[in-house]
């Protein structure tokens, strides 16, 4: 299984960003995936997670009504929408594939990761 993120980049503060994942090999079907991130010195931290079905998605606080997680299980693509960009979002976000189908926050809920891409924002 290889996770392919890419979207990341340099936006000013109150900007967007739309992160995308590509799942090859096998596909995560009947698996949730999900977005985390990680700044320098700092330990990795949920992002959003999202069901096979795309119900009931799950945000962190930090992200609740600005973000949104979605996915086209055709394309077996995960998407992050992130909208109103603070400097605090600066990080490099990783997607990653649920070893079931609703993980929860912890990263041990998960099994396979991608590369990351990076998402500077600035003040």
């Known amino acids: 299984v290889q996770l392919q993120a890419s979207g990341g980049g340099l936006v000013q503060a109150g900007g967007s960003l739309r992160l995308s994942c590509v799942v090859s090999?096998?596909?995560?079907?009947?698996?949730?995936m999900g977005w985390f991130r990680q700044s320098p010195g700092k330990e990795r931290e949920f992002v959003a997670r999202m069901s096979w079905s795309g119900s009931v998605p799950l945000y962190a606080d930090s992200v609740t009504g600005r973000f949104i997680i979605s996915r086209d299980n055709a394309k077996n693509t995960l998407y992050l929408r992130m909208n109103s960009l603070q400097p605090d979002d600066t990080a490099t976000y990783y997607c990653?594939?649920?070893?079931?189908?609703?993980?929860?926050?912890?990263?041990?809920?998960?099994?396979?990761w991608g590369q990351g891409t990076l998402v500077t924002v600035s003040s």
């Open positions: 990653a594939r649920g070893k079931t189908n609703w993980p929860a926050r912890n990263p041990t809920d998960y099994d396979y």
């Open positions: 090999g096998r596909t995560f079907i009947g698996k949730g």
